[in-house]
T-cell receptor, first 113, second 112 residues
């Protein structure tokens, strides 16, 4: 049962444009969400996170939006750069004590120069 | 200076063998993890240790045994390797359970 879903396995965007990566989750107990970026032959790198008490978190070119009622979050990258080409993983964690992090299946972003 | 380092990067071995993957972090984190990324690219947690204590043990065969000699190290030993164990294994650490994790570069295990 995949509790965190990234339904788009790949996405191509022109350099300078906005990249929007989507993520849906099914577990209403999730209260903390993270995005990771992964280059080939490297481990995932933490990008940005958001708590369920917020609906938006911004860090430079990266903004994460959370819609709790829809159980949906999205990562916006503006403007997109060729170096952003990577696989992006959405992840979620439950509330209370120690909770494991559940990862989505990833979306491969290609930014075309 | 590498934050989370795991060795080896590549491991090719025959079925039935026993192998170990080592992991070390120099970030002073309390929590360490092992993740498995299979051929379908699912990234799933296998184990988590907090201050050398096992916190999470997902449904993983008993052939997999993690060992944490100290807070900075979490090794993974695999007995009687099977073809289905072929995957990329990632070690990671974080300040506390469920927070932003730092990942190692991964170990690509191929069982032939």
């Amino acid at each position: 049962d995949q509790q965190v879903k990234q339904n788009s396995p790949s996405l191509s965007v022109q350099e300078g444009r906005i990249s929007i990566l989507n993520c849906d989750y099914t577990n209403s107990m999730f209260d903390y969400f993270l995005w990771y970026k992964k280059y080939p032959a490297e481990g995932p790198t933490f990008l940005i996170s958001i708590s369920s008490i917020k609906d938006k978190n911004e860090d430079g070119r990266f903004t994460v939006f959370l819609n709790k009622s829809a159980k949906h979050l999205s990562l916006h990258i503006v403007p997109s750069q060729p170096g952003d080409s990577a696989v992006y993983f959405c992840a979620a964690r439950g509330s209370g004590g120690y909770q494991k992090v559940t990862f989505g299946t990833g979306t491969k972003l290609q930014v075309i120069p | 200076d590498t934050a989370v380092s795991q060795t080896p990067k590549y491991l090719v071995t025959q079925m039935g063998n026993d192998k170990s993957i080592k992991c070390e972090q120099n970030l002073g984190h309390d929590t360490m993890y092992w993740y498995k990324q299979d051929s379908k690219k699912f990234l799933k947690i296998m184990f988590s240790y907090n201050n050398k204590e096992l916190i999470i043990n997902e449904t993983v065969p008993n052939r997999f045994s993690p060992k944490s000699p100290d807070k900075a190290h979490l090794n993974l030993h695999i007995n009687s390797l099977e073809l289905g164990d072929s995957a990329v294994y990632f070690c990671a650490s974080s300040r506390w359970g469920g927070s932003e994790a730092f990942f190692g570069q991964g170990t690509r295990l191929t069982v032939v």
